[in-house]
């Protein structure tokens, strides 16, 4: 079973445009994070969520407790924004993952 | 701040050997967690600990064994290596009672 459902898995896009990523879960957490992960490198959080909305620069995170229900969205995209985009739930003492959606932007 | 670090980057074992992957964070935090990532399965949580002399299992545990002796070390024992261990390893750290989570580099292990 899958506690945390992203989608889509792959995602190819033409620099500039709008992308959406999205994430569902299925158990109770006590907050959402996105993580980025360029190739062959390490993963950095991008956003943690417990409610709401943020944004940082141009990349914006939503979620949604009632319908659990995440989103990640990119504006103008940019090839350096090229990497797995994973969405990860933490409920209790774990951490649940998505199997991450692999992004690339072309120029 | 070092953040998370891990080492080593990158190893090479034969079959039934044992090795540690270290993992040492210097932000106090209570939280530790070891993963191991794989092509389309996501990150898989091992062991994790939520303070120094705690431990307990993850979703994939067979295989590891953790002991978490300070509050920054957190070290990942292979006692008898096998080919479907296999693996990037990440560890992971957070306060216990929340906030960000911060990623060591990852280890690329290969079991031959």
């Known amino acids: 079973k899958n506690e945390v459902e992203q989608s889509p898995q792959n995602l190819t896009a033409q620099e500039g445009e709008f992308i959406t990523i999205n994430c569902s879960y299925s158990?109770?957490?006590?907050?959402l994070h996105w993580l980025q992960q360029h190739p062959g490198g390490g993963i950095v959080s991008l956003f943690m969520?417990?409610?709401g909305k943020k944004k940082h620069g141009r990349l914006i995170a939503t979620i949604n407790i009632q319908e659990k229900h995440s989103s990640l969205h990119i504006t103008a995209s940019h090839p350096r924004d090229s990497a797995v985009y994973i969405c990860?739930?933490?409920?209790?003492?774990?951490?649940?993952f998505g199997t991450g959606t692999s992004l690339t932007v072309i120029p | 701040n070092a953040g998370v670090t891990q080492t080593p980057k990158f190893q090479v074992l034969k079959t039934g050997q044992s090795m540690t992957l270290q993992c040492a964070q210097d932000?106090?935090?209570?939280?530790m967690s070891w993963y191991r990532q794989d092509p389309g399965m996501g990150l898989r949580l091992i062991h994790y600990?939520?303070?120094?002399?705690?431990?307990d299992q993850g979703e994939v545990p067979n295989g590891y064994n953790v002991s978490r002796s300070t509050t920054e070390d957190f070290p990942l024992r292979l006692l008898s290596a096998a080919p479907s261990q296999t693996s990037v390893y990440f560890c992971?750290?957070?306060?216990?009672?929340?906030?960000?989570?911060?990623f060591g580099p990852g280890t690329r292990l290969t079991v031959l």
């Open positions: 992971a750290s957070s306060y216990q009672g929340g906030g960000d989570a911060f």
């Open positions: 932000m106090n935090h209570e939280y």
């Open positions: 600990s939520v303070g120094a002399g705690i431990t």
């Open positions: 990860a739930v933490r409920g209790g003492n774990q951490f649940y």
């Open positions: 969520l417990s409610s």
């Open positions: 158990v109770g957490i006590s907050a």
